[in-house]
């Protein structure tokens, strides 16, 4: 079979350190993150933290930015998929499953991101209004959980079953990305209750969240990074180290 | 193209795929269940079903129901001319058949129309939800009747093609559509 | 194309014996393991979805869209633990989506159609999670959150929430229709013809939901006999279907490129590649 076409890959792969570094930069501006706003704010409260003059202007940049990047991680998410399409499968459902996972999370982020810019767009709104806005936005933000579970877990089963000599990913990998899904599963949680680890300034569904989802960036970057090096090095080679896949 | 499996056990068959009869079944017993709930809701407001039954034109009715039975009898034809060989009337059926359905798709939008314009709609009253919703699934019905037809005509063109079980498969399908509409005529225009 | 390995010298058929230990040697052995796999996920989605919806947070079947404010308050007041833990419980398992629709979506590539029914058929339903499940649970959610809320606002999620759920068939509608047309130009035999049918059932249903976004009250409101119960039962009994021919098809998958064999007793045959491999270059 023909060697696949690569060309670009690496490209794509490091507009990833890009996408993290623009990403931590708004998540740092948002004040709705630096300390995670609580959910037992009254109203009143909600609406005056968006008319303060300080949070207005780094609310919509840092949410503006969010929006042109939050997509992103996509095309990481297409290498992935790309890396599991070359393990020693029977049929191609990984891949397709992992494919019907990638825009899952970026979608809803999307929302949560636009709750966030309407609530600021009119900060004079009844606070009422704003608080709605608020919650929708926190309550999606957190809750975006299921497609990165999703991914995880499919990846780590795509892992197992990759019966050959030199597996795309290492073992470690598959079990990195079970306790990442773990590590998210509670935040979905978070209407249980506005105050505690489960709200959504809450130890589990914000820090514990977010630093699982940070880190499976940061190693998966690293992992799919490696994979991909290895793999040009492999093509290069000729003789039996060729990829038959 | 086709089964020879199915072909070579004829002896006692339905004409067409069996599958057909199947999804005629289920279609006729999810309409059994409209009409279900139709007669219930008429029998709790029997003055207001009655009332509004009157404003429709009878006569509209049944030109519709009478070209339907045409477009019927010219597919019937069909699938005989075609199981005779005899491609070329086949083919002017099929396309008879569907002159007989625009015909059909005309008066129906015509009386909306009117019946929109008089004032009573889709929303108007209970009656009228009936109405435009058994006339308008029925609609689409017609409107995947075309694409049938066009399934139908394109066996009859060529040569290669003339699977006589999908030609009857196509005809039962129509024939569906038309049973369907006379139960629907039946209900919202004559029974009163 | 994911690599096609000679299995291993392995026992032709499962040992017998207690549970755990045949599910350990499909899990290691079995050729059709990923198939299983998704086809197991399947049934526990919608098993634990079934259960969600309608004991857990009791949000199926509908509330009446006549409810005034009052009983729409009271709606989400005495919800307001059973819809955070049972959408919580949705939002974990969400990802099984992916893996349905990715065994769907192989089931058309096993077909004799162009590739692009498979991927299209992906692209949408994978689209249709968000609007048509995610978005109204969170509005739920939100429902419940605060019950000193504007009721006027609550109401707004109320709304929002149950016309998401019958409003967005028309992604299911299309997708149906895809599915349909697949199967029926089908030469590889994977489903039998009556099942494409059945696909048109659904979406017909789909259509017939549409007129809840009209109405607040009757058959075809969003809680309304044909809008919700009918078309509960078409949907019940397709989804029934289709997880029953999809284990149909997995059964006599024999990964080659031709017409799949038909389903005999002895299950778990051997694939005869050669055979496959010469009706499929016929």
């Known amino acids: 079979m023909a060697q696949r076409r690569t060309d670009g890959e690496v490209i794509l792969l490091w507009t990833l350190p890009v996408t993290v570094i623009i990403w931590i930069a708004s998540f740092l501006l948002f004040p709705g993150f630096n300390p995670p706003m609580s959910p037992t704010m009254s109203a009143e409260q909600v609406a005056a933290f968006y008319r303060d003059p300080a949070h207005v202007p780094e609310i919509r940049y840092s949410m503006i930015v969010f929006n042109w990047f939050g997509v992103s991680l996509i095309p990481i998410l297409a290498l992935i998929v790309l890396q599991v399409r070359r393990m020693a499968h029977r049929t191609p459902i990984f891949s397709y499953a992992l494919l019907g996972c990638a825009a899952g999370s970026p979608a809803l982020f999307l929302v949560a991101n636009v709750c966030w810019l309407l609530a600021a767009f009119r900060p004079e709104r009844s606070p009422e209004l704003t608080q709605l806005f608020n919650d929708f936005g926190w309550i999606t933000f957190t809750i975006l959980v299921p497609f990165l579970i999703g991914q995880s877990v499919i990846l780590a089963l795509a892992i197992y079953l990759d019966d050959q000599p030199r597996p795309v990913f290492g073992r470690w990998v598959a079990y990195f990305n079970l306790l990442v899904a773990a590590a998210l599963a509670p935040a979905a949680f978070v209407g249980v209750s506005l105050s505690g680890p489960l709200a959504w300034d809450g130890v589990l569904s914000f820090w514990l969240k977010n630093i699982a989802i940070a880190v499976w960036i940061v190693v998966m970057g690293v992992a799919v990074g490696q994979a991909i090096y290895r793999e040009r090095a492999e093509n290069r080679e000729p003789g039996d180290e060729l990829v038959s896949a | ?192 | 194309m994911s690599e096609v390995i000679t299995p291993a010298a392995s026992p032709a058929a499962p040992p017998s014996g207690p549970l755990h230990q045949r599910i350990a040697w499909h899990w290691r052995h079995n050729p059709k393991r990923e198939l299983w796999l998704a086809w197991w996920a399947l049934v526990v989605f919608y098993s634990l979805f079934w259960l969600m919806f309608f004991v857990i947070t009791r949000v199926q079947p509908p509330p009446r869209p006549t409810a005034d404010l009052a009983a729409q308050v009271h709606f989400f007041h005495v919800r307001h633990l059973g819809i955070p833990v049972g959408f919580a419980v949705i939002f974990c398992i969400g990802g099984m989506i992916a893996t349905n629709n990715a065994l769907i979506a192989y089931s058309m590539r096993r077909m004799s159609v162009s590739p692009a029914f498979a991927y299209s058929y992906l692209i949408m339903y994978s689209l249709s999670a968000i609007p048509g499940l995610l978005l109204l649970c969170i509005a739920l959610i939100v429902g419940t959150l605060r019950p000193e809320r504007d009721p006027e606002a609550i109401s707004w999620l109320y709304d929002f929430a149950f016309l998401s759920f019958d409003g967005t068939m028309g992604v299911f509608l299309i997708g149906s229709l895809i599915w349909m047309l697949a199967i029926l130009l089908d030469k590889n035999r994977v489903f039998p013809k009556w099942f494409g049918y059945l696909n048109l059932c659904n979406g017909l249903t789909e259509v017939v939901v549409a007129p809840c976004w009209i109405f607040r009250r009757g058959v075809l409101a969003w809680n309304g006999q044909i809008a919700w119960w009918l078309d509960m039962v078409v949907f019940g009994v397709y989804t029934g279907a289709f997880i029953y021919m999809l284990r149909s098809m997995i059964l006599r998958e024999d990964f080659g490129t031709g017409p799949l064999p038909e389903l005999k007793p002895d299950l778990e045959r051997k694939p005869k590649a050669g055979r496959s491999n010469a009706e499929a270059a016929a």
């Open chain 2, 1 to 192: 193209m086709s089964d020879l499996a199915e072909t070579t056990k004829r002896g006692r068959s339905v004409p067409g795929q069996p599958d057909m009869w199947a999804f005629v079944l289920f279609e006729t017993l999810v309409f059994t269940a409209y009409f279900g709930f139709y007669l219930f809701s008429r029998a709790r407001s029997p003055e207001l079903f009655l009332h509004a039954q009157a404003q429709l034109d009878l006569r509209i009715g049944v030109v519709n129901t009478l070209v339907l039975l045409l477009s019927s009898w010219s597919v019937a034809r069909c699938v005989q001319s075609a199981r005779a060989g005899a491609y070329g009337p086949a083919l002017r059926d099929a396309f008879l058949t569907a002159l007989f359905a625009v015909v059909f798709l005309g008066v129906k939008m015509f009386e909306w129309a009117r019946l929109s314009h008089e004032g009573n709609g889709f929303d108007s009253n209970d009656f009228f939800t009936y109405y435009f919703f058994l006339t308008g699934i029925h609609f689409v019905h017609l409107l995947i009747g075309f694409v049938v037809l066009g399934v139908l005509v394109y066996q009859l063109r060529g040569p290669k093609m003339r699977d006589q079980k999908l030609v009857e498969t196509c005809a039962t399908y129509w024939h569906t559509v038309d049973f369907l509409w006379v139960l629907i005529f039946a209900l919202l225009y004559v029974v009163r």
